[in-house]
């Protein structure tokens, strides 16, 4: 959690106060995580099931995947959207067509190509560009584009790309990432607090 405030802080993002002494757990299986972690490929009813299981609302949702507003992708994560939508070498008709021919010369069939910036245009700076982006049917996962399709997302990513409002986003997220922060926390004597959060101690 401090990892990813100094990666949004550090990149103009807000800032906000990270909880410490969290207490996790003593195992720790990368398997568990595959399997608890959402996949770009969801649609908006399985984007909410998957955060609702974690106690994460559909606000918490559309705001944390603002997070998209940094970093990058492949792409080999977005070939089916531009080649293969419905197995018949189609193109997902949820992305803008002038995006999706611009797309298509940079990655090849098959997943080839260069470094996609997830928000394209501003990848390095914090901001709320990611959500005009995905209003213009610019957003490049699966899942970001579908913020368009339930009417409290939608509606979330329309302000968030209409007006001068960082300073909403940017608390927002901050809320987001403590509550997410808190996930299956330990109390009592269960678990541990962990000296280096990426390693049991
Ligand atoms: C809503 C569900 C989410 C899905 C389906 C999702 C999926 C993805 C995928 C597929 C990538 C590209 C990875 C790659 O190509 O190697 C990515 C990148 C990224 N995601 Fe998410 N993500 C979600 C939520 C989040 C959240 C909650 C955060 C943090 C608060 C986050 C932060 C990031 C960052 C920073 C990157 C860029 C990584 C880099 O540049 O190397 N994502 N995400
Ligand atoms: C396209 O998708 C279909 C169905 O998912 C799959 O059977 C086929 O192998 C895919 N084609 C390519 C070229 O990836």
């Not at 990813?4 to 207490?23: A, D």
């Not at 909410?48 to 995947?65: C, E, I, P, R």
């Not at 492949?74 to 939508?85: A, E, G, K, Q, T």
């Amino acid at each position: 959690m401090v990892f990813v405030f100094l990666l949004y802080f550090q990149t103009g993002g807000s800032s906000w106060k990270v909880e410490t002494g969290r207490r996790d757990g003593r195992i720790s299986l990368s398997k568990e995580a595959d399997e608890n972690l959402p996949s770009s490929n969801f649609n908006i009813a399985q984007l909410k099931q998957n955060f609702a299981f974690k106690g994460l609302t559909k606000k918490d949702l559309v705001v944390l995947s603002g997070a998209h507003t940094i970093g990058v992708t492949s792409c080999f994560v977005i070939n089916d959207r531009l080649y293969n939508f419905t197995g018949r070498s189609d193109t997902d008709p949820a992305l803008d067509p002038t995006f999706a021919s611009e797309l298509k010369k940079k990655c090849k069939p098959g997943g080839g190509g260069p470094v996609l910036e997830l928000d394209q245009g501003s990848s390095t700076v914090s901001d709320a560009h990611f959500y005009k982006a995905v209003r213009q049917n610019r957003g490049l996962l699966t899942s970001d584009a579908a913020l368009l399709n339930d009417p409290l997302t939608r509606a979330y990513v329309k302000r968030q790309s209409t007006s001068p409002v960082k300073a909403t986003f940017g608390k927002d997220f901050g809320k987001s990432m403590v509550k997410m922060g808190g996930i299956g926390v330990l109390t009592g004597n269960e678990g541990e607090i962990r000296k280096r959060c990426a390693f049991v101690n």
